[in-house]
């Protein structure tokens, strides 16, 4: 079993649509989380932390279920310059992060 | 403040050849790292380092070396090229904390012929 699991999609969606990614982790002594975004050919950036208790930052919700080991990330009101591919991240002892293969999402118009 | 900078952008080796992709940070970070991401897959960690003069082996490190002289500076070493070391390369930097962000160079691209 992978360390970290998503879902590789792509997910097609329209502009203005709402779009949920989940991951799961296998770790269960994991510390903290992230979503990364990877536009084509680029380096990773971060998107947002995740908090046990959710998160929001504008269009973007994430949450974090521990007892269940996942984490998702929603995007309202997609836009265009969302397309992109959203890394799950996760960090153990040590700052070391384990990243799953991505979600690739794209929002047409 | 460039940030985490990267040589080459593009490398073609041939099998057996060996190069040196350099990295440097200017953002004072004591955390440094090297991942390798291949086509459709998320980033794996050959090496990292937590301060100049300390180096750990990451998930992949077959195949590298590394060495961390100063703070800024973290080199990764391809001694005989493999095709299967063909991938994109990236280097990243952080401060310790659990919440802190990694940031991440712009890559290299290299291909083992």
């Known amino acids: 079993r992978k360390e970290v699991e998503q879902d590789p999609g792509p997910f097609n969606v329209p502009e203005g649509a709402t779009v949920a990614f989940n991951c799961t982790y296998s770790n269960s002594a994991s510390q903290s989380f992230f979503w990364y975004r990877q536009d084509c050919r680029k380096e990773p950036k971060l998107l947002m932390s995740?908090?046990?208790s959710g998160n929001e930052d504008g269009r973007f919700t994430a949450q974090l279920n521990r007892a269940s080991q996942y984490i998702s990330l929603l995007i309202r009101d997609s836009k265009l310059s969302d397309s992109a591919t959203y890394l799950c991240?996760?960090?153990?002892?040590?700052?070391?992060?384990?990243f799953g293969g991505g979600t690739r999402l794209m929002v047409k118009p | 403040n460039a940030g985490v900078t990267q040589t080459p952008k593009f490398r073609i080796l041939k099998i057996g050849q060996s190069m040196t992709l350099q990295c440097t940070q200017d953002?004072?970070?004591?955390?440094m790292y090297w991942y390798r991401q291949d086509p459709g897959m998320g980033l794996k960690l050959i090496y990292y380092s937590v301060g100049a003069g300390i180096t750990d082996k990451g998930e992949v490190p077959n195949g590298y070396n590394v060495s961390r002289s100063t703070t800024e500076d973290f080199p990764l070493r391809l001694e005989l090229a493999a095709p299967s070391q063909t991938s994109v390369y990236f280097c990243?930097?952080?401060?310790?904390?659990?919440?802190?962000?990694?940031?991440f160079g712009p890559g290299t691209r290299l291909t083992v012929l």
């Open positions: 995740v908090y046990s």
């Open positions: 953002m004072n970070h004591n955390y």
């Open positions: 990243a930097s952080s401060s310790p904390g659990s919440y802190n962000e990694q940031f």
């Open positions: 991240v996760v960090k153990g002892a040590g700052n070391m992060l384990t």
